[in-house]
C-alpha cells in the first residue's frame, strides 16, 4: 500500500538535566526546531498533538496551552492525548487519519517534560507517586504494605516472566549492556561517554529487586516534536521523507504478571498488514525501553523470537552493534534520553534518513518502532521507511 | 510498643467491609452476584460480567504467592527502618489476588507458588490489616 502520510521534521531539544527552561519552553522549542528541520514555519502547522508529561501535570488542556504559548491561530486539530507509553506512536497514527480524511494538512506531534529539578536530581528511575496499582485502585493498601511507583508494579510482572520463562538479571543486564553500546556511538545520548560492562550492571544498587538502577530508563528534561504531513507534500520539503508505511495499536487489557504478553502481538498485525511487509523486511527496531525487562517482551510479542525467549535472545548479542537485529540504536531510553515514546520515533527517523553517522546502521530501510504503557496494557507501532 | 509510622489505609466506604472482618480475624473478598468471580480490590462493577451486584464472601484466606518484589528504596518515612522488604501478590485460593507483605519470611526466601495463610495485625483502632505467613507443613 502507497503511504498516505510522512514524517517531515524532527526536532529534538538538549535532554537530561536542563534545568533552564520549563516543560512549556521544552515544547515550544521543539516544535521550533521541528519546523526548521521540515522547511516549516509555524503558520504551516495546522494540528496540533501533546502528550504532557509528568510536569504538565494534570493539564487536561495541555495542547491549548501549547498553542497558546506558541501564538499559533488557524488550528484545525488539536488535542492532549495520553495512552502512556504507547502515546508517541498514537499520536503520529492520530494525526495520519486525520489528514488522509482532509481534516487538517500538517501537524505537529509533541512531547516534553522536566521532572529533574536543581539542586536535588532525582535518582535514574520514575518517581514512587503512583495511585493506580496494577491490580485495580486499592485506595492507600499498597502504600500499607510499601509497594510505591510504577517500578514495583513492573517488577512484580518481570518476577513472573523469569518464574515461568527462566528469564535471569544476566538477561536484563545484556539489554542494558546492549543498549549501553549503542549510546557509547551516540554523542547526544546521556550516557555517551559512560562504557558499561554485565559486572558494572550487577553491580548497581538495587531499586526493587528484580530491578537493578541500570534496568530502569533516565529521567530526563526535554522535549521532542515530529511534523506530520501527506506524503505528497513532504516530499517537497527540506529533508527526505520517512514515510509512514503501517500503523496500529494494541490494548490487551487484563492482567499483565498473569499474561507476561504487550499489546504489541495485537498492534503488529494491524501495521504489518498495513504496511505489506514481514518482520524479515525490518532493519532497525526501536522498542519502548521504560525497562531492560520491556525489550525483552517486546522482541517476544513482536515474534523476533519465541515467547520466553527473549532475554538469551538479547545474552546472545543480537541486539547490540554489529548483531543481526539492531535493536534501539541510539541507547534507547535506558541510556540516552527517556522522552516517552518521542525517544524510539526519533532514532528511527535518525536511521531511516542517514543521520546516524557513527551508530548508523548499514542499508537501515525499514524501522519497526513501538509504544508501550500502562504495565504492559497498551500498545502501539510503526512501520516506518526512507522508500515508499 | 513504639508508634506505628507506615501509611494508614482510609476506611472507604468500599472498603469499609472488608475492614470490619480483618478486625473479627476474617478475610472476606468481594464476589459477583452474576457470575461468582471474586476480586480485589472492591470494585463497582465486574470486569467478567458487567453485573453491578456484588456481595462480600468470607475467604479461606489459604493461598499461594503468585509474584513478588524487594524494595531497596524508601518511598515513604515509615519503611526507612526496614529496607529491603518485599512486597507480594498472593494467589487467594478463590482466584483473586492481594498486595500483602509476608510476615516471618526474609526476602531472599521467598519463592513463587509457596503456600501461605493470611495473619492479622492491628495496624490502629481502626485499622486491621490482612497480611501473610508461610505454611511451611500441612497442616499449619
Known sequence: MIPYT???GLGITQQGKVYDRNHVGFAVEAVQLALADAGLDRGDLDGLLLNPGLSWGEAAMGSFQLQQAMGLRNLRLSATMNAGGATAAAMIQHAGGAIAAGMCTTVACVFSDAPLKPPKPQGAEKGGGGS????????????????????????????????VYGTSNDHFGAVAVAQRQWANRNPAAQLHETPLTLEDYHRSRWVVEPFHLLDCCLVSNGGVAVIVTSAERARDLKRPPVYVRGMGQGHPGGDPAETLTSGAVLAKETALRMAGLTLADVDVVELYDCYTF???VCLEDYGFCKKGEGGPFVADGKTAPGGALPVNTGGGQLSSFYMWGMTPISEAVIQLRGDGAARQVPDA???????????????STLILSGER | MPPYTKPIPTVTPELRPFFEAAKRRELVVQRCRGCGTYRFPARELCSNCLSRASEWVRVSGAGEVFSFNVM????????AGEVPYAVVIVKLAEGAKMTSNLVGVLPGDIRIGMPVR???EDISDEVTLPRFAAVSSPGV
Open chain 1, 6 to 8: 510522512a514524517i517531515a
Open chain 1, 132 to 163: 493506580a496499582g496494577a491490580y485495580g485502585f486499592a485506595r492507600g493498601l499498597d502504600a500499607a504494605y510499601g509497594q510505591f511507583g510504577i517500578n514495583a508494579m513492573y517488577a512484580m510482572v518481570a518476577r513472573r516472566h523469569m518464574h
Open chain 1, 294 to 296: 520491556t525489550v525483552i
Open chain 1, 365 to 379: 530501510r525499514v524501522a519497526l518502532v513501538s509504544g508501550n504503557g500502562g504495565i504492559l496494557s497498551t500498545h
Open chain 2, 72 to 79: 531497596h528504596q524508601v518511598y515513604h518515612p515509615g519503611f
Open chain 2, 118 to 120: 493470611v495473619v492479622f
